[in-house]
């Protein structure tokens, strides 16, 4: 079983920046991040390749989101830049037992359990 560990998230003003980890306990291949807001489904975020040659992002994430990986630490990061208060959510990390990035949760087998970020306005 691949264990995964987000952290990171916090409290911030709107239009601020924050960086969030996600460290794995082995070998993983694509990565991906979503995010659930009170009261909302699960929806996708971003995904990353295990090169990192191939990404994917949310409409909604795209210029202001970047998903990033170190394999050497086996953590993944989704650097954010612009926050909105429709960001606020919690944010999960996933990770496929394939080398595929999908915009669809059954993509991936192992699950963090979140971290939470809160963007005040």
């Known amino acids: 079983q691949v264990q995964l560990v987000e952290s990171g998230g916090r409290l911030v003003q709107a239009g601020g920046s924050l960086r969030l980890s996600c460290a794995a306990s082995?070998?993983?291949?694509?990565m991906g991040w979503f995010r659930q807001a009170p009261g909302k489904e699960r929806v996708f975020v971003a995904a990353?390749?295990?090169?990192?040659?191939?990404?994917l992002y949310a409409d909604s994430v795209k210029g202001r989101f970047t998903i990033s990986r170190d394999n050497a630490k086996n953590t993944v990061y989704l650097q954010i830049h612009s926050l909105k208060p429709e960001d606020t959510a919690v944010y999960y990390c996933?990770?496929?037992?394939?080398?595929?990035?999908?915009?669809?949760?059954?993509?991936?087998?192992?699950w963090g359990q979140g971290t939470q970020v809160t963007v005040s306005s």
């Open positions: 996933a990770a496929s037992t394939r080398d595929v990035v999908a915009r669809v949760e059954y993509n991936y087998r192992y």
């Open positions: 082995g070998r993983t291949y694509a």
């Open positions: 990353i390749s295990w090169s990192g040659g191939s990404t």
